[in-house]
C-alpha cells in the first residue's frame, strides 16, 4: 500500500513536471537507508546469535568441564584413600610381624621406636 502512494506521489510530480526537493531528498534517504539498515540489522542479528551461541558454547563448555573434573577429582580422591587405607593395612600389618620377630630376638625395649606421626591430611 504505501508502494503505491510513493509510486503516485513521483507520477504526480513528474506529470507536474516540478521536483519538490524536500521530498525528494528525503525519498533519496530512505532509498539509500533501507538497504543499510537491512544489511545493519541482519548484522546485528547476525552478532547477537553469535554472541548467545558463543556464550553458550562457552558455558556449555565450562559446566562440562567443571563436572568433568569434580568426578576426576572425586575418583583420584576415592582411589587415593582406597591405596591409602590399603598401604595402612599392609605397613600396619608388616609392623606388626617385623616387630614381634624384634622382640623376640632382641632384649626388651631395645628394637621399639617412638610412634611416627601421622602425615597431617590435605
Known sequence: MAIEDIRRAIALQ????????PHAAERGFQ????????VAGRLLRLRVRL??????????HAISRAIALTAD?????????????KF???????RVD?????????????GKRPAKRQPSSR
Open 98 to 110: 617385623r616387630r614381634a620377630d624384634v622382640d623376640t630376638a632382641l632384649p626388651a625395649g631395645a
Open 31 to 38: 532509498l539509500l537507508w533501507q538497504p543499510v539498515s537491512l
Open 73 to 85: 577429582a572425586m575418583f583420584y580422591r576415592y582411589c587415593d584413600s582406597f591405596a591409602r587405607m
Open 51 to 60: 554472541f548467545f551461541c558463543s556464550g553458550f558454547l562457552i558455558c556449555k
Open 14 to 21: 513528474h506529470s507536474r513536471h516540478r521536483i519538490d526537493f
Open 88 to 94: 595402612r593395612t599392609i605397613r600396619t600389618t608388616t
